[in-house]
């Protein structure tokens, strides 16, 4: 809770001079404010090859769509391991059901490093 609370109390203006935002958050009320209160945040980051310490809501992630924000999928991990490769596939699934039907056509294909 302690890095919510930093995130909370910094000043919107110095998150504003950065061109991009990125939060990895790590508990449901952190997910809850990335996605729907923090307008600051560009880039959600989750490491769906985990299992996660909250539960995706599909609220959640269409107010965040409509703020105009992404999501970063972290599968690393999914690559070298079958059960990370498990988990990935059933948390993403959790994740695209929650994005509304008109939005898929929005998909991007990972870039190539």
């Known amino acids: 809770m302690g890095n919510l609370s930093v995130l909370q109390h ?3 203006s ?7 935002v990125a939060l990895q958050p790590g508990s449901e009320r952190a997910f809850q404010l990335c996605c729907t209160s ?15 310490p909250f539960q995706i809501k599909p609220a959640h992630v269409k107010a965040a769509i409509s ?6 999928i ?16 059933a948390n993403g699934q959790v994740l695209t059901r ?10 991007q294909s990972p870039v190539p490093i």
């Open 38 to 52: 923090v307008d600051e945040v560009d880039l959600i980051v989750l490491n769906l090859g985990k299992r996660l």
């Open 74 to 89: 972290t599968y690393s991990g999914a690559l070298r391991d079958s059960s990370q490769r498990r988990q990935l596939f």
């Open 14 to 20: 110095i998150l504003r001079s950065y061109d991009l």
């Open 67 to 72: 703020k105009g924000k992404s999501f970063e």
């Open 10 to 12: 910094t000043s919107a």
């Open 98 to 107: 929650a994005r509304s039907e008109e939005h898929t056509s929005e998909l």
